[in-house]
């Protein structure tokens, strides 16, 4: 390629890229303004961060017209990522409002600036993971994330909890990264390439020989990079103390989007590299290798461990760091099934989970800024002081358990049908996923029963109140809870249109 078709084909190539270049140069825009205002005028970052924002969110509706892989095949952008992408901005500037009503993060006058400039980061590095088709592009897009992660967790400076968070998430964060780092090395050496697609053209190549031992453990490296994202066990013991130390708006991010980025670039790599054509029962896989055998027993063991240990919390953010585990649980069940029905029933999970979770977070936010504490005994009888508050949070925490009614249930209901629509084979799945749900009820409703059944130690206590803005930022989560519930057939039809046009 001569220099005037490479620089024609970068400039296509960015072109294409828009919602990741306006992500990009908002972050040098917000990094330069930050070192130029006073703190009296911090406000002006934010709104510089929301409009970066909602800037990326109108030019994905062009980007998802669009079907193509950019700069030499290390991105592709197909209806898949670009409804992640979707995900990921809508929940960051979700996020970014919730951290406007955070006392944690607005005491002393501490300074946004930085906040923002990373959030920003942790965005472009999740819209790259949901498009990354190259394995140099996926640890690269992954350590981008990671990299932001550590320092939100870490934000309050001041606080010897949020340093143990932040220190204790940096060292799993490594280890998983060196597993992921070697397993990609190894992958290459045994197929002489980073491209996917071009890896599955290999797998599909008969002449090629390929030891399956080598090629199993390179993959379970990788799967460990990508378990640690998603917070799937073994690689979830980093997840309840990064999400107590964190700040609460930053928890509730971490919980939903670089979740499901962990998600997006999990189904494309196990999809793209190790299953040829579809056919209706799902995709022909083309190693003889049981991956479907080890992402079960990963999301029996995560969806176990998370549920089971969360009935002992009594720290109200830990139990939802264990909650978010049991989900992760769930939601691999739609990636180990490969067939479009679970593929979209995991994709619907995502974009609901994202609502109910950061609701559910947002209500911790603030009744515990509001009492100084987020342990269960200090919230007795908040129900009946802070009805506005206490109520939603029954109506996220019954979506989370499933109750019908709720946009949870019918996740669950979508994701349940499609492990039984693999036949037989997969009750027992279904089966424990059920048993886990029901278990998940009694630590859920646990936290109703101290809001509404429980007596205040001090009676007299005034009401707690929240301002006018933040309440109605709650009925923006709530609402959605219940309508989603019930007129859910178009999130749903988008997320199986995304499906299909999942490109390698």
Same mark, same amino acid.
């Given at each position: 390629?001569?220099l005037?078709?490479?620089?024609?084909? @970068?400039?296509?190539?960015?072109?294409?890229?828009?919602?990741?270049?306006?992500?990009?140069?908002?972050?040098?825009?917000?990094?330069?303004?930050?070192?130029?205002?006073?703190?009296?005028?911090q406000?002006w970052?934010?709104?510089?961060?929301?409009?970066?924002? *909602?800037?990326a $969110?109108?030019?994905?509706?062009?980007?998802?017209?669009?079907?193509?892989?950019?700069?030499?095949?290390?991105?592709?952008?197909?209806?898949?990522s670009?409804f992640?992408?979707?995900?990921?901005?809508?929940?960051?500037?979700?996020?970014?409002?919730?951290?406007?009503?955070?006392?944690? $993060?607005?005491?002393?006058?501490?300074?946004?600036?930085?906040?923002?400039i990373?959030?920003? !980061?942790m965005?472009?590095?999740?819209?790259?993971?949901?498009?990354?088709?190259?394995?140099?592009?996926?640890?690269?897009?992954?350590?981008?994330?990671?990299?932001?992660?550590y320092?939100?967790?870490?934000?309050?400076?001041?606080?010897?909890?949020?340093?143990?968070?932040?220190?204790?998430?940096?060292?799993?964060?490594?280890?998983?990264?060196?597993?992921?780092?070697?397993?990609?090395s190894?992958?290459? *050496?045994?197929?002489?390439?980073?491209?996917?697609?071009e890896?599955?053209?290999?797998?599909?190549?008969?002449?090629?020989?390929?030891?399956?031992?080598?090629?199993?453990?390179?993959? $379970?490296?990788?799967?460990?990079?990508?378990g640690?994202?998603?917070?799937?066990?073994?690689?979830?013991?980093w997840?309840?103390?990064?999400?107590?130390?964190?700040? @609460?708006?930053?928890?509730?991010?971490?919980?939903?989007?670089?979740?499901?980025? *962990?998600?997006?670039?999990?189904?494309?790599f196990?999809?793209?590299?190790?299953?040829?054509?579809?056919?209706?029962d799902?995709?022909?896989?083309?190693?003889?290798?049981?991956?479907?055998?080890?992402?079960?027993?990963?999301?029996?063991? @995560?969806?176990?461990?998370?549920?089971?240990?969360?009935?002992?919390?009594?720290?109200?953010?830990?139990?939802?760091?264990?909650?978010?585990?049991?989900?992760? !649980?769930?939601?691999?069940? *739609?990636?180990?099934?490969?067939?479009?029905?679970?593929?979209?029933?995991?994709?619907?999970?995502?974009?609901?989970?994202?609502?109910?979770?950061?609701?559910?977070f947002?209500?911790?936010?603030?009744?515990?800024?509001?009492?100084?504490s987020?342990?269960?005994?200090?919230?007795?009888?908040?129900?009946?002081?802070?009805p506005?508050?206490?109520?939603?949070?029954?109506?996220?925490?019954?979506?989370?358990?499933?109750?019908?009614?709720?946009?949870?249930?019918t996740?669950?209901?979508? $994701?349940?049908?499609?492990?039984?629509?693999?036949g037989?084979?997969?009750?027992?799945?279904?089966?424990?996923?059920?048993?886990?749900?029901?278990?998940?009820?009694?630590?859920?409703?646990?936290?109703?029963?101290?809001?509404?059944?429980?007596?205040?130690?001090?009676?007299?206590?005034?009401?707690?109140?929240?301002?006018v803005?933040?309440v109605?930022?709650?009925?923006?989560?709530?609402?959605?809870?219940?309508?989603?519930?019930?007129?859910?057939?178009?999130?749903?039809?988008?997320?199986?249109?995304?499906?299909?046009?999942?490109? !390698?």
């Amino acid at each position: 390629m001569n220099l005037d078709a490479l620089i024609t084909y @970068t400039l296509t190539s960015t072109a294409l890229l828009q919602p990741e270049l306006l992500v990009a140069v908002g972050l040098m825009l917000i990094l330069v303004t930050d070192l130029f205002l006073k703190k009296t005028v911090q406000k002006w970052i934010s709104v510089l961060f929301f409009l970066v924002m *909602g800037l990326a $969110l109108i030019s994905l509706s062009r980007q998802s017209e669009v079907q193509a892989q950019v700069f030499s095949g290390m991105i592709s952008i197909d209806g898949y990522s670009v409804f992640f992408k979707y995900l990921f901005v809508v929940s960051a500037l979700l996020a970014g409002v919730m951290s406007l009503f955070s006392e944690e $993060l607005n005491q002393n006058r501490r300074r946004l600036g930085e906040y923002f400039i990373v959030m920003t !980061g942790m965005v472009l590095g999740m819209m790259l993971m949901a498009g990354a088709a190259n394995l140099l592009m996926m640890f690269v897009a992954i350590e981008l994330v990671s990299l932001s992660s550590y320092i939100l967790v870490s934000y309050l400076k001041d606080d010897k909890i949020s340093n143990e968070s932040g220190v204790k998430y940096i060292i799993y964060g490594s280890f998983s990264s060196g597993l992921m780092i070697y397993g990609i090395s190894l992958i290459y *050496g045994i197929t002489g390439t980073l491209s996917l697609s071009e890896m599955n053209a290999v797998l599909q190549n008969p002449a090629a020989t390929i030891d399956p031992v080598t090629l199993t453990i390179a993959v $379970l490296l990788v799967l460990g990079g990508l378990g640690y994202k998603v917070a799937a066990a073994p690689f979830h013991f980093w997840a309840p103390d990064a999400y107590q130390g964190a700040p @609460t708006p930053v928890a509730a991010f971490l919980s939903v989007a670089p979740k499901a980025a *962990g998600f997006a670039m999990m189904l494309r790599f196990f999809k793209t590299v190790f299953f040829g054509s579809a056919t209706q029962d799902g995709y022909v896989p083309l190693a003889s290798l049981d991956w479907v055998s080890i992402l079960a027993v990963i999301s029996v063991l @995560t969806m176990t461990i998370g549920n089971v240990t969360a009935l002992w919390q009594q720290n109200v953010k830990r139990m939802l760091a264990y909650s978010s585990i049991a989900h992760a !649980g769930y939601i691999l069940m *739609g990636v180990l099934l490969l067939s479009d029905s679970g593929i979209a029933a995991m994709m619907f999970y995502l974009a609901y989970y994202l609502i109910m979770n950061l609701g559910a977070f947002y209500v911790t936010m603030l009744l515990g800024d509001r009492v100084q504490s987020y342990e269960l005994d200090d919230w007795r009888g908040l129900g009946f002081r802070a009805p506005v508050l206490a109520v939603p949070m029954v109506i996220f925490l019954a979506s989370l358990i499933g109750i019908p009614g709720t946009v949870g249930f019918t996740g669950k209901f979508l $994701l349940f049908v499609a492990v039984l629509q693999q036949g037989s084979l997969y009750f027992w799945l279904a089966l424990i996923a059920v048993a886990n749900s029901v278990v998940s009820a009694f630590y859920y409703f646990k936290v109703a029963k101290i809001l509404f059944l429980k007596k205040s130690a001090d009676p007299h206590a005034e009401p707690v109140t929240a301002p006018v803005p933040a309440v109605v930022l709650l009925f923006v989560f709530a609402v959605p809870t219940i309508v989603l519930g019930i007129w859910w057939s178009p999130l749903y039809n988008w997320a199986m249109a995304s499906v299909r046009m999942i490109t !390698g």
